[in-house]
């Protein structure tokens, strides 16, 4: 326990389920924006800003319970490789948290939308160095870095999120056990914020560089810091079975936000294959039932899916 504000614990302290997004990169581009870019999504932060602003209002609308910030891709050394200064770098990622409040803060001004639910909090991506790398490497681990140079490139962008006043860090696409080892330091280290730490899976059992599911989650069980940890964009085929995995490990809440099934091609920048589930938010109830309490959609999923699966979710409310 720590006396800091736990935005998860408040809303599960009062409804059975909390609606987490869905994808913010490919909904960009499903409404027209390039990013075929290194910086992925932070390039849309640079140059069309209000739309990012717009898929999360569109998202709270849908019924999500939070929105996760447009950080992901977004580091400082990432910024400064194209030209920007450090001071622009610090206020473009700080900018991608004020987008999501500004977006939470329009939305909860309608009386309107306030039926039924709790106030939207915003979560700010912290992407893994896999994702700086922006070679697919996420999706693989193995990056040859050890735990204290993992902590060094984590650090200051954790920093200007927390001083962007994020209401939680959502740790997310987490491919290895030594990653997440770092940002549990960090998160002890800070002392100022909570976090939820999320793996991408590459089987039923494994994360994305091969460890067991169930000894990254050990690891993170015992961070104080850490509200709730579980998988996302992974194919939703392994979600029952990972959930499971990890519920042996953890008495925190379990959150699933998988991407559609399609798998990401990084030398092309493109989604292959097909979705696997028909309907992504009604697959959603399974996850639910399995024992999952945060639940959205990662890359490839829309707002129509996050609607969907708050259809079920607030009717058990
Ligand atoms: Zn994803």
Known sequence: ??????????????????????????ELERRGCNLKDDLWSAKILLEQPEKIKEVHYDYFKAGADCAITASYQATIAGFMKRGLSETDAIDLIQKSVRLAVEARDEFWADEANRVGRSKPFVAASVGP???????????????????????????????????AHADILACETIPSLVEAQALVKLLDEFQSIEAWISFSCRDEMHVNEGQPLIDCVRLVEASPFVSAVGVNCTSPKYIPSLIREAKKATKKPILVYPNSGESYNASRNTWDGHPVYESFGEEARTWYQAGARLIGGCCRTTPEDIQTIAGWARSSR
């Open 1 to 26: 326990m720590n006396h800091l504000t736990n935005p998860v614990a408040s809303i599960l302290d009062h409804y059975p389920a909390l609606i987490i997004d869905g994808a913010l990169a490919t």
């Open 129 to 163: 160095y896999g994702a700086f790398l922006a070679d697919g490497s996420e999706y693989r681990g193995n990056y040859g870095l050890s735990e204290s140079q993992l902590m060094d490139f984590h650090r200051p962008r954790m920093k200007v999120l927390i001083e």
